[in-house]
């Protein structure tokens, strides 16, 4: 079975604009969340999407938002771009909406670098 | 409100030596806690979890006991390898909740 996939790898922007990052959870998982690696603020939670709607959310600006697809497929945009927003952004999928008790694998994620 | 605390790394060990890394938790509930493994360039992987006090997760060699009364969970190997060089992240989670909240990572290196 595949596993969780993000496109694209890299991505290289400038202040102001804006970005849109895609995640495949894996087969048959229904829920994906998002999160932001940092060097100085670590690991922290954006969101998470099940079944099309969002369930929870982390404390980030409005500038940060997702959707999810029919399909499970979920995207998240992140619009005008500061150069704090460099990050490595995760994506995690996870079989049922069974909160933070499930275990959630995660994808290679999306590496963005804001100049 | 809750936290996850890892000891700080770098952690520098010889090949075949002990590990441990250290964590510590506040948790306002009964969170399920786990440990997952960072390799240069890669995602993160659950290496193992535990759901309720007492219960001890392992896999490929390594092993942590959640310990409700000293809120621990120590992540130990017996024998490290060069390939267990990674960064690893202690974390809790809960059943009502989507977020994972994860310690600040420790990064291991295994010398030859």
């Known amino acids: 079975k595949a596993g969780v996939t993000q496109t694209p790898r890299y991505l290289i922007k400038t202040r102001g604009q804006q970005v849109t990052l895609s995640c495949s959870p894996i087969?048959?998982?229904?829920?994906v969340s998002w999160y932001q690696q940092t060097p100085g603020q670590g690991l922290q939670f954006l969101f998470e999407?099940?079944?099309?709607?969002?369930?929870n959310k982390g404390n980030f600006p409005g500038r940060f938002s997702g959707r999810q697809f029919s399909n499970s497929r979920s995207e998240m945009n992140v619009s005008t771009l500061e150069l704090g927003d460099s990050a490595l952004y995760l994506c995690?999928?996870?079989?049922?909406?069974?909160?933070?008790?499930?275990?959630?694998?995660f994808g290679p994620g999306t590496r963005l670098l804001v100049l | 409100g809750d936290s996850v605390t890892q000891m700080e790394g770098p952690v520098t060990l010889s090949e075949e030596a002990f590990l441990t890394i250290n964590c510590t938790y506040t948790a306002t509930g009964y969170p399920s806690l786990f440990w997952y493994v960072q390799y240069p360039g890669e995602g993160l992987q659950l290496l193992l979890k535990a759901t309720k006090a007492d219960d001890k997760g392992s896999n490929k060699g390594f092993e942590a006991t959640y310990r409700k009364e000293t809120t621990s969970f120590h992540l130990e190997k017996g024998s490290v390898q060069v390939s267990d060089s990674a960064v690893y992240f202690c974390a809790l989670g809960y059943s009502s909740a989507s977020k994972i909240i994860f310690g600040s990572g420790t990064r291991l290196s295994i010398r030859p």
């Open positions: 087969s048959g998982h229904r829920s």
């Open positions: 999407y099940f079944s099309e709607t969002q369930r």
């Open positions: 995690a999928s996870s079989l049922e909406q069974g909160g933070g008790k499930e275990t959630q694998y």
